[in-house]
């Protein structure tokens, strides 16, 4: 009896260092990452298609972004996943192409859509995480699987395959009333690969003006909705400072 009650305790205070140990690791790699982290969207004078399989995209370098499980609010996310972006402007839209892998293509039915999302909020705004904002006002760009299929494959022309949001913290997300996003995903090869285009000037009040010279911070999310993954179910990156490069 002693000697199991021995056992039990050394396991305990086992599994109490290794968890530590995580915590301190995850802790180290966030924080390090969160100092350094940038994102670039490069100069391309060019007008930008919505086809995600456009051969300019080519011309643009590809950023890995690796994001983590959120893990801040129930229902947390399962996943560490990478996913590659490019990104460029021209003198009047933004555009950003994601690409990542998943096995499986989920538009609806029996298990979530599958589901990707970039979100803005202004540098040295008070900490925002876990993509939705934090005591500062954030733009959300929500690509669902879904609505592209319904755009795309039934024809439904005035559906938003993007839906534009604002969100100041958690919970608070809202759809603007006018929308301005466009998007459009492809998948093949076991490969989602999506475009999301805005125009650079604001077309609404809560809406952020983008462009050079405007200290922005970027941060990208992704749901796999064969794992049932919606709303804070999702894996997210750290924030970057997005810089406006032009040679
Ligand atoms: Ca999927």
Redesign the pocket.
Known sequence: MKRDIVIILITIITLAIIYLFTLRGLIYIHTNEFKKAKFFVEYLPSSFPLDPESQLWNKLKIQKVHLFPQSARIPYGTDERDIFVRAAYNDSEVVFILEYE?????VGGFVNP?AAAILFVKKNSPETKQMMGYGAKANIWHWLADRNFQKYKQGKKYINVVRELIAQGPGTQIEMTVQNVKGKGIYKNGKWKIVFKRELKSKYEDEFELGPGIPFEIAFAQW???KMESFSKKSISILRTLIWERK
């Open positions: 998943d096995s499986t293509k989920n599958d796999e909705g064969q």
